[in-house]
């Protein structure tokens, strides 16, 4: 049994022989493969308490300090034009409203999302 040393793993005792190349296959597969993170139990359940918000036309996170973020609901509306209590969500980063690209962002998404819900 020796103490290799490789730059990219690190320190390591390896057998000598043939199960040598057996640990290095083990060691890699297990320093290569990141810890997976999810906001979503076994179930699909969202589990985090905070879900932050999304720039629906940069699709950038809205970051708590963003003072100048706004969210907008859309009613829809039936046939006859009234309000059928259904409503779509836009939140737009200050960014988005410094540059002044709200209005065209905000039509932009609305005519994609007016497709979506046939209205």
């Not at 040393?5 to 290095?24: A, I, Q, R, Y």
């Not at 990141?34 to 950038?60: F, H, I, W």
């Not at 009234?82 to 932009?108: E, I, K, N």
């Amino acid at each position: 049994m020796g103490i290799q040393h490789l730059p990219h793993l690190g320190w390591f005792s390896s057998l000598e022989g043939e199960h040598h190349d057996t640990l290095v296959l083990e060691y890699i597969a297990l320093a290569v493969v990141p810890p997976t993170v999810t906001m979503q139990n076994e179930e699909g359940k969202t589990v985090d308490l905070y879900v932050p918000r999304k720039c629906s036309a940069t699709n950038r996170i809205i970051t708590a300090k963003d003072h100048a973020s706004v969210q907008i609901n859309i009613g829809h509306l039936d046939a006859n034009g009234l309000y059928d209590g259904h409503f779509t969500t836009f939140a737009l980063s200050g960014f988005v409203r410094a540059q002044g690209d709200a209005d065209s962002s905000l039509d932009r998404l609305w005519q994609k999302k007016k497709v979506d819900i046939k209205q």
